[in-house]
């Protein structure tokens, strides 16, 4: 299949595809009039590039791992496959994103808190102490 089509099929932009293949992460073939032809499996390979783009994962991580893929909801290389440098940045990827989680988790609970305390809001409605213990004028009824 051409480009075009790769990018209908996929919902990726064709300026992205090339930067793919400029990434060595796809790797089209050439018809005889030069343009890009690509396999059946390419939907699947950038299915699967974007799954891990996602997940926050580099080019240079992915170009380690995607060749022992088998879909895109799985990053389970075989073990022989991975080197200890690839090892090693799968390892630091894996503690920033549970950083992310622990702040978003973090976020979430202040932020329902604060929902909470608005809503309830106190009786009287009238001004309360904030936590630097200076007043805080409240609007609304």
């Known amino acids: 299949m051409r480009i075009g089509e790769l990018s209908r099929r996929t ?13 060595d992460l796809l790797h089209p ?45 799985e990053i389970h290389p075989p073990a022989a496959c991975v080197t200890p440098e690839t090892a090693a940045l799968l390892h630091a990827h894996l503690e920033r994103i549970q950083a992310r989680i622990d702040c978003l988790a973090r976020n979430r609970d202040r932020l329902s808190a604060y929902l909470a305390a608005v809503e309830e809001g106190p009786a009287d409605r009238g001004p309360t102490t904030g936590s630097n213990g200076k007043p805080v004028a409240r609007y609304g009824p």
Not at 13 to 23: I, K
Not at 33 to 43: C, D, I, K, L, Q
């Open 29 to 73: 073939g050439r018809a005889d009039n030069g343009y890009r032809s690509y396999a059946e499996t390419a939907v699947r390979d950038v299915q699967q590039i974007r799954g891990l783009l996602d997940a926050g994962l580099t080019t240079e991580m992915i170009r380690a791992v995607l060749p022992y893929l088998s879909g895109p909801d």
């Open 11 to 23: 919902g990726v932009p064709t300026r992205l595809l090339r930067y793919y293949e400029e990434q």
